[in-house]
Nanobody
Framework: QVDVVESGGGLVQPGGSLRLSCAAS????????IGWFRQASGKEREFVAG????????WYGDSVTGRFTISRNSAKNTVYLQMNSLKPEDTAVYYC????????????WGRGTQVTVSS
């Protein structure tokens, strides 16, 4: 079981930047991939970005491509989400999750971190 803890959320003005962190523990070496998702109030959960734990590939949701970057620090078992050019519609609770193998569903959801983009 891989446990994740998100941090780094906060209030930022439109056009600003934030960096979220997802610290993984409890078996992270067996993780196939790790991803970021978000859920705005009253909306369904949305995929934001993902990366293979090996670091060999990354992928992004259409709404964040070109503005967000996912990266990994293997020494710290931590995955980051650098968010630039933030928009009010990026406001949501951001969650981290893991995928044990390619065939598994995303699981091991964290408690999330709130990101609010507002002037």
């Amino acid at each position: 079981q891989v446990d994740v803890v998100e941090s780094g959320g906060g209030l930022v003005q439109p056009g600003g930047s934030l960096r979220l962190s997802c610290a993984a523990s409890g078996g992270s070496l067996n993780t196939y991939a790790i991803g970021w998702f978000r859920q705005a109030s009253g909306k369904e959960r949305e995929f934001v970005a993902g990366c293979l734990w090996s670091g060999s590939a990354t992928w992004y949701g259409d709404s964040v491509t070109g503005r967000f970057t996912i990266s990994r620090n293997s020494a710290k078992n931590t995955v980051y989400l650098q968010m630039n050019s933030l928009k009010p519609e990026d406001t949501a609770v951001y969650y981290c999750a893991t995928k044990i193998t390619k065939a598994h569903n995303w699981s091991g959801w964290g408690r999330g971190t709130q990101v609010t983009v507002s002037s």
